[in-house]
């Protein structure tokens, strides 16, 4: 059973950069044909997709944030992460790692001083 679990820290100042992790367990992220994405829910909003990391490597970001997003993966450890640039409030939300019909349990991250 393939389980997807998020990390990273839960505050976030304005400018910085956020930074979170997948780890997904029971599966390989290199098996072929599979998607690897970061999707946010703000608060009071819908599911953003934001970006996704595929099997192979290549990287695929939403038009309103490839300036400020960058997807990496780290086979050996089988994860993959997200870096978003110069964080403001707005970016606050609850951000998921997902891939098909599978998701992880979802990590809320706040953007404040």
């Known amino acids: 059973q393939v389980q997807l679990q998020e990390s990273g820290p839960g505050l976030v100042k304005p400018s910085q950069t956020l930074s979170l992790t997948c780890t997904v367990s029971?599966?390989?992220?290199?098996?072929?044909?599979?998607?690897w994405s970061w999707v946010r829910q703000p608060p009071g909003k819908g599911r953003e997709w934001m970006g996704a990391?595929?099997?192979?490597?290549?990287?695929y970001y939403s038009e309103s944030l490839k300036s400020r997003a960058s997807i990496s993966r780290d086979t050996s450890k089988n994860q993959f992460s997200l870096q978003l640039h110069s964080v403001t409030p707005e970016d606050t939300a609850v951000y998921y790692c997902?891939?098909?019909?599978?998701w992880g349990q979802g990590t809320q991250v706040t953007v404040s001083s």
């Open positions: 997902n891939a098909e019909s599978l």
């Open positions: 029971g599966g390989s992220i290199t098996t072929p044909h599979f998607y």
């Open positions: 990391i595929a099997f192979d490597g290549d990287t």
